[in-house]
C-alpha cells in the first residue's frame, strides 16, 4: 500500500514538473530571444541612426561650399578674402563631422567584410573630396582682384572645365557611403524584425507543448491513479 502510494505520488509530481520544466524552459528561450532583439534594436539605435544623421552633416557642409564657390566664380558674391573665410568655417565644420564618422569604422571587427567595404568607400570620397577643395581654392585664388582681368577670365573658364565634375565626384562618394549606411541600418532592422518573428513563434510552440503535455497529463494521471484503485475495490 506505501508503494503504491508513493507510485500515485510520484506520477503527480512528474507530471507537475515536466510541465513546470516546460515552462522554465520557455520562459528561458522567450528571455534569450528577448537579449538578441535588444541587442539588435540597440545598434540600430545607437549606431547606425546616429551615423546617419551625422553623414547628412557631411553632405550638407561639402553641398553649402560647393554653392559658396560657384556663387563667387559666378560673380554673386564679392571679397575673395571674406568668402575664403567662410570656406574654412565650413570645411571645419565638414572636418569635425568627418572625424566622427571616421571613429565609427573603427568599431568594425578585424577583418570585417563590411568594415572594409565602407573603409574602400570612405578612401575614395577623401580621394575626390581633396580634389575638389584643391581645385575650388585653385579658381577662388584665381578671381581675387588682384588678377588681371584676362587671368580672372581664365581662372573662370579653368573652373566651369574641372570645378562642377570635381564636385560630382565629391558628393557622389559621399552618396555611396550613405546608401551603404542606410541599407546597412535597415539591414539591422530586419534582422530585429526577424528575431521578433521567430520568438513568437518558438513562444507559440512552447506554449503549445506546454498545453498539450498538460492535457496528455491530466488524462493520463487520474486514470493511473483511479484504475489501481477500482481495481482494488472490485477485488
Known amino acids: ?42 545598434e540600430v539605435a545607437d549606431s ?10 557631411m553632405k550638407d557642409a561639402l553641398s553649402a561650399h560647393y554653392l559658396l564657390v560657384s ?5 554673386r558674391t564679392t571679397g575673395t578674402a571674406s568668402v575664403m573665410a567662410q570656406l574654412d568655417v565650413i570645411e571645419q565644420r565638414l572636418a569635425k563631422a568627418t572625424k566622427v564618422y571616421a571613429d565609427t569604422l573603427l568599431t568594425y571587427e578585424p577583418g570585417s567584410a563590411q568594415g572594409a567595404a565602407e573603409q574602400k568607400l570612405y578612401d575614395a570620397y577623401q580621394q575626390h573630396r581633396d580634389q575638389w577643395f584643391k581645385t ?4 577662388m585664388a584665381g578671381v581675387d582682384a588682384t588678377q588681371a582681368p584676362e587671368a580672372v ?23 555611396s557611403i550613405l546608401v551603404f549606411n542606410l541599407e ?7 534582422k530585429a524584425r526577424d528575431h521578433v518573428v ?27 491513479v483511479t484504475r489501481p484503485v477500482q481495481e482494488a475495490v472490485a477485488i
Not at 556663387?71 to 560673380?75: E, I, P, R, T, Y
Not at 575650388?136 to 579658381?139: D, F, I, K, L, V
Not at 581664365?154 to 574641372?162: E, P, Q, R, V
Open 153 to 175: 577670365d581664365l581662372a573662370k573658364s579653368l573652373y566651369m572645365d574641372t570645378g562642377p565634375a570635381a564636385f560630382r565626384q565629391a558628393l557622389d562618394g559621399m552618396q
Open 71 to 75: 556663387d563667387h566664380m559666378a560673380g
Open 198 to 224: 521567430v520568438a513568437e513563434q518558438m513562444l507559440m510552440a512552447a506554449v503549445a507543448v506546454v498545453v498539450l503535455t498538460g492535457i496528455a497529463l491530466v488524462i493520463w494521471v487520474p486514470a493511473s
Open 48 to 57: 547606425w541612426i546616429p551615423a546617419i544623421a551625422n553623414l547628412g552633416v
Open 136 to 139: 575650388a581654392r585653385e579658381g
Open 1 to 42: 500500500m506505501n508503494l503504491n502510494r508513493f507510485s500515485i505520488r510520484a506520477r503527480i509530481t512528474g507530471g507537475l514538473s515536466l510541465i513546470l520544466l516546460l515552462a522554465i524552459l520557455g520562459t528561458v528561450q522567450a528571455l534569450w530571444n528577448n537579449k538578441t532583439i535588444k541587442q539588435e534594436t540597440t
Open 184 to 190: 546597412g541600418t535597415a539591414g539591422a532592422a530586419r
